[in-house]
């Protein structure tokens, strides 16, 4: 994939360049402007069923795990031609490489990818997935090669994990981390956390990379809501 970001660090769009017949998978709605001859189409995101199937199966990751019931996908018609996309929320643009590696995102995270990357919705455990805000009862597991654009929401910060200690993390803060990593759900503390008011928390054991928003949407939404007019 070739793209480059622009300087904005608060807001940044990525604009990533095509091929003729070159293929881009995007979030829907992420599209800024483009230029050259690029065909926008929208199907379901079904991972690949189809028919009803894939109707049903799309559907439940939307009400489920508050993914996108469709996703886009940009063709270049011309060479030389340039998508710019952008999230729904500032914070950062970076990159993850598929070929060294796969991934799990939470939900919100994907921005966009190349065709050759795959992913598949995997089903939380139950316990997780009952108490899970963002990632819900699905989050999205790569594979194949190439690379795939994620948006956070704020800056990001980079963890590693060597295996010796685990590393607990507030769920809304959880971008993306390596699938080889062990992870549970559970309250931080107390009832939901109403204790600390903390709420549900990702514990991950292994080695591997997890990466971190360092704002939480929900917390801002939360903050703003007692000044928004009742009228």
């Not at 199937?53 to 489920?64: F, I, N, P, Y």
């Not at 994990?161 to 992870?183: F, K």
Request: hydrophobic share 40%.
């Amino acid at each position: 994939m070739k793209y480059e970001l622009s300087d904005s660090t608060f807001a940044p769009i990525a604009k990533i360049y095509l091929k003729q017949e070159e293929k881009l998978r995007i979030e829907p709605g992420a599209m800024v402007y483009q230029v050259g001859e690029i065909e926008l189409e929208g199907h379901m995101n079904s991972n690949g069923k189809k028919g009803l199937g894939g109707a049903l199966s799309a559907l439940g990751r939307s009400v489920t795990s508050g993914e996108s019931f469709f996703i886009s996908t940009a063709t270049a018609h011309t060479d030389n031609a340039m998508i710019a996309i952008a999230p729904a929320v500032p914070g950062k643009i970076f990159p993850l490489d598929i070929a060294a590696e796969n991934w799990c995102l939470n939900t919100g995270a994907f921005l966009a990818s190349e065709e050759q990357v795959n992913f598949q919705m995997k089903r939380q455990k139950l316990s997780g997935a009952l108490l899970g805000g963002t990632g819900g009862l699905f989050i999205m597991e790569t594979s194949g090669n190439g690379q795939i654009l994620v948006s956070a929401f704020g800056d990001i910060e980079k963890i590693e994990l060597d295996g010796s200690q685990p590393v607990t993390i507030d769920n809304q803060h959880v971008i993306a981390w390596s699938s080889s990593l062990d992870y549970q759900i559970k309250v931080a503390s107390g009832t939901f956390g109403f204790k600390t008011g903390e709420g549900v928390v990702n514990e991950f054991h292994g080695r591997g990379t997890v990466y971190i928003q360092t704002r939480n949407i929900e917390s801002l939404a939360d903050h703003i809501i007692p000044f928004l007019p009742k009228s």
